[in-house]
């Protein structure tokens, strides 16, 4: 009976403790309102929209004084397409009493990009200008009024702001400012103003002496005006400053001698190319398609050959020299040379742009997409 007692009471005690145990152990920590917000901006970071949402909405339900978590709520709002709600989460910050002046700025600027989104650029335009006010070197700001003048075409007001960007931040902007002013000349060239169109394109020289989309413009320009000598040098300049692009310019370049009646300064041109860049592939293309109008078919495919021998993968000179193979009927040629065509147009032949990777078939001097200027490298043709 004793034994039953005894082993009944030790009973009651375990259960008594584990009782006290869980009644008294240590709780887990919960988890403070900075830890919530770093997990959320960690989340965003790594583009999961749906669970840094979460996150920042616990935080801003714990703390609703906690203004950049509702910055960040709004702008996943604006990355969702909720153009309309980021705003009005955004808006209902600028009441808010005893904001520091990073606070407002940061404010401002997501207010900026959802009226952008909006199409309502006037409206972002406002907002950048409240960001300037607060600090008018601050770059953010800058930059954001930058891309709304670039998105509208607007670019004597875009050099303006990269004049300021340039002055706050310390950086060369030159070669910018120029590719903007070809911009802007292009612009009025369209619109029918050819003489303030060239007058654009002088003005980016000045600042870009070896500003390529310049030249180019400008011998297209003379060109419609069929002031041709002045086409023609600007081509030749541009073709001495960017010589793998040459392509561009190249027929016209031959096109408009032939028609001056100066044949010999084709083969001088080109001559001065390859003396200046002697593995120039398109040089070597264009003296090559000289000889061969001149019926020097032997000389064109000798250029061709050497010049292939040091860049095989150009598209252009494999079909020049198809086409002088068949001329002399060698069928053997014509066969290896289209195979080794269909090899390289296997591969990927767009310009990219090295900044966002935006790809085209014709060349830029300015991302469309991304406005960065000369990023559409020579390597990545």
């Not at 950049?68 to 009005?88: H, M, P, S, T, V």
């Not at 997501?110 to 335009?125: C, F, I, T």
């Not at 870009?208 to 989309?213: G, I, S, V």
């Not at 767009?350 to 020579?378: I, K, V």
């Amino acid at each position: 009976m004793e034994i039953t007692y005894i082993i009944i009471g030790l009973a009651a005690l375990s259960i008594l403790s584990l009782i006290l145990y869980f009644i008294f152990r240590p709780s887990s920590p919960k988890r403070t309102t900075e830890s919530l917000y770093s997990d959320g901006l960690r989340l965003l970071l790594e583009g999961d929209l749906k669970a840094a949402s979460e996150k920042l909405k616990e935080v801003v339900r714990r703390d609703t004084g906690h203004i950049d978590a509702y910055i960040k709520l709004g702008d996943i709002f604006r990355e969702n397409g909720q153009y309309d709600q980021a705003l009005k989460v955004h808006q209902s910050l600028t009441v808010r009493r005893n904001l520091t002046p990073g606070q407002q700025v940061d404010i401002y600027l997501s207010m900026v990009y959802d009226h952008r989104e909006l199409n309502a650029y006037e409206k972002a335009l406002e907002f950048a200008d409240k960001i300037l006010t607060i600090d008018k070197k601050n770059l953010k700001g800058l930059n954001a009024k930058l891309e709304i003048y670039r998105e509208n075409d607007l670019w004597d007001n875009a050099v303006d702001v990269l004049k300021a960007i340039e002055k706050y931040s310390g950086e060369d902007q030159s070669k910018a400012i120029a590719t903007y002013r070809v911009a802007e000349g292009q612009l009025l060239e369209e619109t029918g103003e050819a003489r303030e169109g060239r007058i654009r394109y002088r003005k980016a020289l000045k600042l870009d002496p070896e500003c390529c989309p310049a030249f180019i413009c400008l011998g297209n320009s003379y060109d419609e005006e069929n002031r041709i000598e002045e086409a023609v040098d600007n081509w030749q300049k541009f073709g001495e400053l960017c010589p793998d692009l040459l392509f561009l310019v190249s027929g016209r370049i031959e096109q408009r001698l032939f028609e001056l009646g100066n044949f010999s300064e084709v083969e001088r041109y080109y001559r001065r190319l390859l003396d200046k860049y002697p593995d120039n592939i398109e040089a070597a293309v264009g003296i090559a398609t000289f000889y061969e109008k001149k019926g020097e078919n032997q000389n064109a495919i000798r250029a061709i050959e050497n010049a292939l021998d040091k860049s095989p993968d150009s598209l252009r000179a494999r079909i020049v020299l198809t086409r002088l193979y068949n001329q002399g009927e060698n069928r053997d040629g014509v066969a290896e040379q289209l195979e080794e065509m269909f090899r390289i147009e296997s591969q990927q032949k767009t310009f990219t742009c090295g900044e966002c990777g935006f790809q085209s078939r014709e060349m830029h001097w300015l991302c469309p997409n991304c406005y960065a200027t000369y990023s559409f490298t020579d390597d990545q043709v």
